[in-house]
T-cell receptor, first 114, second 115 residues
Framework: GNSVTQMEGPVTLSEEAFLTINCTYT??????LFWYVQYPGEGLQLLLK?????DKGSNKGFEATYRKETTSFHLEKGSVQVSDSAVYFC?????????????FGSGTRLQVQP | EPEVTQTPSHQVTQMGQEVILRCVPI?????FYWYRQILGQKVEFLVS????????KSEIFDDQFSVERPDGSNFTLKIRSTKLEDSAMYFC?????????????FGSGTQLSVL
């Protein structure tokens, strides 16, 4: 079956530090990969996505590259801000077989200190 | 930007009681979903709904669960007889289309506590 594993949090960084949140996946077929973000008191929002191998998704300074060879989709940002404090969820979606719904990781809480 | 609205934000109930979680999806969306996240665990798919019927459900979505679109705007999740292990954050989501590129819009969730 499909599964997503992401690094446990919380991740605590100082403002302007470099961020990496690891995400690896197991899937049948050829999944699309997503990062969702949940700011305090809000719903999950799509942050970025990639639909095929070697695609790079990017948004708001965040980037993630779809690596089929390592089955990974690590989230990176060169310089985090306090406003980036949130919970980040890695997810996949495949339409090939099985469930046609998002499979999420457990989420990683990021805390950015001024 | 349009948003998915969920009510209530917090719900406390006694074990064995029925609860109804409410969601108002985005108005032109056709596909509706419920997910849940037990504290510290993964966000799990419960059910998807299209054209007034369930299109897919997970093994979690047993006979104690039901969904309904009672009118043109609301989408509800009912738990008939709550158990302690139903305590979780429940997220409603909706989307316009259903493909590998689908963009799901999520609500802010209902935190259900079963005592």
């Amino acid at each position: 079956g499909n599964s997503v594993t992401q690094m446990e949090g919380p991740v605590t960084l100082s403002e302007e530090a470099f961020l990496t949140i690891n995400c690896t996946y197991t899937a049948t077929g050829y999944p699309s990969l997503f990062w969702y973000v949940q700011y305090p008191g809000e719903g999950l929002q799509l942050l970025l996505k990639a639909t095929k191998a070697d695609d790079k998704g990017s948004n708001k300074g965040f980037e993630a590259t779809y690596r089929k060879e390592t089955t990974s989709f690590h989230l990176e940002k060169g310089s985090v801000q306090v406003s980036d404090s949130a919970v980040y969820f890695c997810a996949l979606l495949t339409m090939d077989t099985g469930r046609r719904a998002l499979t999420f990781g457990s989420g990683t809480r990021l805390q950015v200190q001024p | 930007e349009p948003e998915v609205t969920q009510t209530p934000s917090h719900q406390v109930t006694q074990m064995g009681q029925e609860v109804i979680l409410r969601c108002v999806p985005i108005s032109n969306h056709l596909y509706f979903y419920w997910y849940r996240q037990i504290l510290g665990q993964k966000v799990e798919f419960l059910v998807s709904f299209y054209n007034n019927e369930i299109s897919e459900k997970s093994e979690i979505f047993d006979d104690q669960f039901s969904v309904e679109r009672p009118d043109g705007s609301n989408f509800t999740l009912k738990i008939r007889s709550t158990k302690l292990e139903d305590s979780a954050m429940y997220f409603c989501a909706s989307s316009e289309v259903r493909s590998t590129n689908e963009k799901l819009f999520f609500g802010s969730g209902t935190q259900l506590s079963v005592l």
